[in-house]
């Protein structure tokens, strides 16, 4: 199945994709639907009023999820692009709520920043609450999957060691504008085309499979620290770019052995944990814990 939310003049409804047509589901949206017990059959069989996709106003997938939990550092190449080594653990931080917008909704570039920037990501759909999960229990808690474009004001998120600041402006991050079900993308953990396409230019082009945490791992380390609710969404991170990323001014440009081309202080580098660990199951994931712009997802058509 492919769900969605879209913007009437009612409000916001949630829909599943049915040909050419969008099917109410008979919830205010996709959140409401998830958090509903047995949302997989009610999806299913929904049979409500109809809109043609055509003229379809998508709003952010999931417009109010408790947590947004973005992922950095994930896939291989991508960190070898940096010059690091690979990382024992996941690299997390957040977003909210209303740094999200609809998956066609224009970005609108805050005056405050001269470095905005784009990265295209996987995001995992939570459909069932969890807890300290299990690798049977984390995949089932996955609804499905989208597409994430990690909007970034870089300039603002290196002011610091912590990337937050440059990573939750309002009304930045489109997601969407599908959840597309496991079934329909070779499971829950799926190897999917990802790439970025910039005025005609791809930027970015990597696949899933190479992801070092994949989303199973993910939801496993993650709800051994905090519990993750139906809507929820996790980014699984960004792939290595074609061309090179602009740096806002000043600050050190890593080479990929890992030096800085300027001589900066040391204790102004930003860290990062060394390590050759790769997720490889759940209970890597828990082992770990007790010790210590255009975007196109290729083989779901999302």
């Not at 959840?179 to 005025?199: F, I, Q, S, W």
């Not at 990597?206 to 620290?225: H, K, Q």
């Not at 290595?240 to 030096?259: I, K, Q, S």
């Not at 930003?270 to 083989?299: K, N």
Request: glycine letters at 10%.
């Amino acid at each position: 199945m492919k769900l969605c939310t879209i913007r009437t003049p009612e409000g916001t409804r949630a829909a599943r994709l049915d040909g050419g047509e969008l099917i109410d589901l008979g919830f205010s949206d996709l959140g409401a639907l998830l958090a509903e017990p047995g949302w997989r059959a009610r999806a299913a069989s929904g049979t409500g009023a109809t809109y043609d996709v055509r003229d379809a106003d998508f709003a952010p997938l999931v417009p109010r999820p408790s947590k947004v939990i973005c992922v950095g550092h994930n896939y291989t190449r991508h960190i070898e692009e940096m010059g690091r080594e690979l990382p024992a653990y996941p690299t997390l931080f957040p977003k909210f709520a209303d740094s999200l917008i609809g998956a066609h909704d224009d970005i609108v570039k805050p005056a405050e920043t001269d470095a905005l920037d784009w990265e295209v990501e996987l995001a995992v759909v939570i459909g069932e609450e969890v807890r300290r999960a299990g690798e049977t229990q984390a995949e089932a808690a996955i609804a499905g999957f989208t597409v994430m474009n990690d909007i970034s004001a870089r300039d603002w998120q290196f002011r610091t060691i912590e990337w937050t600041q440059g990573k939750i402006w309002d009304s930045s991050t489109p997601v969407g504008p599908y959840l597309v079900t496991p079934d329909e993308v070779g499971g829950v953990r799926p190897a999917l085309g990802v790439r970025t396409v910039v005025d005609g230019t791809v930027m970015q082009s990597d696949d899933t499979g190479t992801l070092l945490f994949d989303p199973v791992s993910l939801i496993a380390y993650i709800s051994t620290i905090v519990r993750l609710r139906p809507g929820d969404l996790i980014a699984t991170g960004t792939p290595c770019r074609r061309r090179p990323r602009p740096r806002p001014e000043g600050l050190p440009d890593r080479r990929r052995d890992g030096r800085d081309r300027d001589r900066r202080p040391r204790r102004l580098r930003q860290p990062h944990r060394r390590g050759r660990l790769m997720a490889r199951s759940v209970a890597d994931a828990h082992r770990w814990m007790r010790e210590g712009t255009e975007l196109f997802l290729a083989a779901a058509g999302v």
